[in-house]
């Protein structure tokens, strides 16, 4: 697919001058920072057994501050939102969402890969379900994102998270057209710059050339201070003039420019964001990758939150700071490689899945000739992102990669769980329902339900670990049952379940809304959009995140507000002891997924 667009270029590229340059001002700013570490400090924290493991003692008081300063008024910002489409809520759904009650919900969003469709789709139900747009205010949904604790998302939504995380939790319009009234700075934030297409933005093939060598000048700084760069720090800087500050329509091919190097991800008033990769181990047995896959479901995931990277999962249980990235002992501390497009570039190195073995013949081939020549690796692997591994030594006889000396990170949906759900399934967590936004490529673009039994499949590999409500476990069920083109509860059937299990909200991108031209789902190969059609991409996908479950020949479910609050309480209601009632059980009725009766419907 993106071979006829290089090979243009490599006639262009094999007679270009490709001696070093000076440094430029990103690949200073791209480069990692070696310095003495901090008294005392100490690089690893094992993070427990199952059952019994604990949170930074950061992201505890992130968490902490969050509820007592942020989500009170939140949540009653959310419901009074509910009430003005619904007045007839049972009491219980008041009494928990305005705080009169003791307990309330700790809700996390995790939003899936899928490229830029994913991103946008995403973008476009939080917009529905934030409180700064009126129009999802007055559909009974807006307010929901700012009440959320966490946020996750990998590959294409990664692109979306870190840029959210990293522009302080502006508007959605905001986020992907930029502000109004841009000013270019190394600092500011200049929107995703859609219109250019990420791999090649130009249409001038000598401008275009000219950006690719500027690129791999970039990567010099930290070649040269010794480390391994491969085809991922190529992607994070491309991947950077879209979803990190600093870059403008007047300044994407201007040098002077730091482009996102260097740049971290910075805001404290969004829900805590997470964004996870998968790990490519040399040592993983490949007869466990199930069809259609890259990596096996037992490699451990990895996690990159705003403290901490590393993970839940029990094989490792552990985890270093984030900003300390690079580091591999307690002496010399390495800063500056957690850059948030490299973050971006690692959950979606999706690469490994090209054929780089003969690396100038391959799709990216003209470009790799141009970093072999400027940067000459031979022995490295190119199709991966690498980190050094901060937990060599660690868990040696659980932990795959714990004699490798560097972490080979890959898209954190190569394993088949492209929707990141793992990081909200960790019981220290203790999140109660977590709203799923299911953007993946399963058939014709739309997504049918792969990703959660992945996610199912993965979480009984531990169960000590994780918990996750039961859910079809072929994909036909979801198409048949329509769990896919309208919202769909999971967890909520019986009401005496584990509440320590989360109750899932699950929003596919399924299908267009009754009557209407497709428009959601896009090639996740397609790198450059628009701003009309993102428009009219955010709109269907509004009608989706709005129109609930609509009765036959309705167009809308008038309860749909009403029926996601009672689902975002339920767990709530079920530690503090009520019943179910009213509107609420008629909603549980319609909206959660009878395991048993589809069996029966199916057979
Ligand atoms: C961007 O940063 C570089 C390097 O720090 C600096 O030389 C340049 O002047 C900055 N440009 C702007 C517009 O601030
Ligand atoms: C859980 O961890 C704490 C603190 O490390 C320890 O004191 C306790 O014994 C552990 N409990 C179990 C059941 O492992
Ligand atoms: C690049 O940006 C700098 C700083 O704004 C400006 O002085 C310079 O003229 C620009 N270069 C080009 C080629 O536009
Ligand atoms: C690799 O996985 C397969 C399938 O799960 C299993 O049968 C085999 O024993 C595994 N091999 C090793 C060396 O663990
Ligand atoms: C610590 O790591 C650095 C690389 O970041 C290395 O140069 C140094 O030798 C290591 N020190 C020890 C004591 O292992
Ligand atoms: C990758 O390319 C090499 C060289 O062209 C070829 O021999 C090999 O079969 C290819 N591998 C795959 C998996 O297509
Ligand atoms: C989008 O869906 C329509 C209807 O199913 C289909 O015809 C079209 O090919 C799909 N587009 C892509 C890019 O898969
Ligand atoms: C889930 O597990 C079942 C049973 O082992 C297996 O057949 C299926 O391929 C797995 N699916 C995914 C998506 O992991
Ligand atoms: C699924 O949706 C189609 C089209 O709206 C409808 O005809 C069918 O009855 C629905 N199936 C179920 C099980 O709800
Ligand atoms: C709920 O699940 C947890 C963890 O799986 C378990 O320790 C606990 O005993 C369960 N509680 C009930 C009432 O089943
Ligand atoms: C609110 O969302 C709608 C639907 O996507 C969009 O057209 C509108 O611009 C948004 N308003 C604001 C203020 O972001």
């Known amino acids: 697919m993106l071979r006829n667009r290089f090979a243009i270029l490599f006639a262009l590229l094999s007679w270009l001058n490709t001696f070093a340059m000076a440094q430029t001002a990103a690949s200073q700013a791209y480069t990692p920072i070696s310095g003495r570490c901090p008294a005392g400090f100490n690089l690893v924290r094992m993070a427990g057994t199952p059952g019994n493991q604990t949170l930074s003692s950061s992201e505890a008081s992130y968490v902490q501050n969050r509820k007592a300063h942020v ?40 939003t899936s890969g899928g490229g830029y469709r994913a991103a946008i789709f995403g973008a476009g139900v939080l917009n529905a379900l934030d409180a700064r747009n009126s129009s999802s205010d007055a559909a009974g949904t807006g307010g929901l994102l700012q009440a959320a604790t966490y946020l996750s998302g990998l590959s294409g939504s990664s692109w979306f998270i870190t840029s959210l995380a990293q522009a302080n939790f502006p508007t959605m319009q905001e986020l992907i057209f930029g502000p109004a009234n841009p000013t270019a700075s190394n600092s500011s934030w200049g929107g995703w710059n859609a219109d250019y297409d990420i791999l090649t933005p130009s249409t001038n093939s000598a401008i275009d050339t000219q950006y690719y060598t500027n690129l791999a000048d970039e990567l010099l700084g930290k070649y040269d201070a010794g480390y391994v760069v491969t085809f991922a720090d190529y992607w994070g800087r491309m991947l950077a003039r879209h979803f990190a500050s600093g870059t403008f329509s007047s300044n994407v091919f201007n040098d002077s420019y730091t482009h996102g190097a260097g740049l971290h991800s910075q805001s404290y ?76 570039a690692s959950s979606s190195e999706l690469f490994n899945e090209a054929n780089f073995t003969n690396t100038f013949n391959s799709e990216f ?9 400027l940067m000459p690796e031979p022995h490295v692997e190119y199709d991966i992102a690498s980190w050094p591994n901060p937990f060599y030594g660690v868990a040696p006889d659980t932990f795959i990669d714990s004699t490798q000396t560097n972490l080979n990170m890959v898209d954190g949906g190569e394993d088949g769980e492209v929707i990141p759900l793992q990081p909200l399934l960790v019981k220290a967590r203790g999140v109660d329902v977590i ?53 769909t509860f999971f967890g909520c059937k019986t009401t005496s379940l584990n509440t320590s299990t989360p109750l899932l909200i699950y929003l596919a991108n399924g299908g267009p809304p009754d009557g209407e031209a497709p428009l959601t789902n896009t090639s996740t190969s397609q790198t450059s959009y628009s701003s009309s059609e993102i428009q009219a991409m955010l709109t269907q996908t509004f009608v989706i995140a709005t129109q609930g479950y609509p009765e036959k020949e309705a167009t809308k479910d008038p309860y749909w507000p009403s029926c996601l609050a009672c689902a975002v309480v339920d767990r709530a209601r079920e530690r503090a002891g009520v019943e179910r009632s009213g509107i609420c059980s008629t909603c549980m009725d319609r909206y959660c997924w009878d395991g048993d009766t589809l069996t029966t419907a199916a057979s």
């Open 71 to 110: 989500l009170p008024q939140a949540w009653k910002t959310y419901l009074s939102n509910v009430l003005s489409t619904n007045p007839f809520l049972p009491d219980y759904v008041s009494r928990i969402l305005s705080g009169a009650s003791s307990e309330i919900p700790t809700l996390g969003i995790a």
């Open 269 to 344: 008033s969004i829900p805590f964001p997470i964004v996870t990769a998968d790990l490519q181990a040399p040592g993983q047995n490949s007869s466990e990758i199930i069809a259609e896959d890259y990596i096996p479901l037992t490699n451990p995931n990895i996690e990159f939150n705003v403290f901490e990277t590393g993970s839940f999962d029990p094989q490792l249980s552990a985890f270093v700071p984030t900003k300390y990235l690079g580091t591999t002992n307690n002496s010399i501390c390495v800063t500056n490689y957690d850059q948030s497009a490299f973050i971006a």
């Open 435 to 487: 709203f799923a936004i299911d953007a993946t490529d399963d058939i014709n673009g739309f997504a049918d339900g792969s990703s959660l039994i992945a996610t199912q499949n993965r979480s009984s590999l531990y169960p000590s670990a994780y918990s996750f409500p039961p859910v079809p476990t072929s994909m036909g069920e979801y198409t048949a049952q329509n769990l896919t083109t309208r919202p």
């Open 365 to 373: 081939g003209p470009i790799l000739a141009l970093m072999a020549d």
